[in-house]
């Protein structure tokens, strides 16, 4: 593979989309397409009731990581002071998406 030019700055949408049409067979407008179809496989995999993971091969996976709800609590030990006691709060649960870099792009680094 071809030695990649590093940039110094970060590029924008369009630059982005015009630089991968300048690289492959591709027109602005099909390489749009091409990212609109990613983002629609994406949705599909992370959408509530859906698998919860995605993987890009090579690249990265994107996973669904569900927190479960925390309840209050009085008098916890204090981790930043020791002897003291604090309160802690309620949490609702909640989802979040995290992404896992895959090897092709821990080597990229």
């Not at 099909?30 to 995999?45: K, P, T």
Request: with cysteine.
């Amino acid at each position: 593979m071809a030695r990649v030019k590093k940039l110094t700055e970060a590029m924008t949408k369009t630059q982005m989309l015009a630089d991968i049409a300048e690289n492959t067979a591709l027109t602005r407008r099909q390489v749009g397409d091409v990212f609109g179809a990613l983002e629609s496989v994406i949705e599909r995999h992370v959408r509530k009731g859906a698998v919860g993971v995605c993987t890009i091969p090579g690249l990265m996976k994107i996973k669904i990581v569900k927190k479960p709800a925390r309840r209050a609590k009085k008098g916890v030990p204090n981790p930043f002071r020791p002897g003291e006691t604090m309160d802690v709060k309620a949490r609702p649960a909640s989802t979040t998406v995290k992404i896992l870099p895959l090897k092709k792009l821990k080597d990229m680094a």
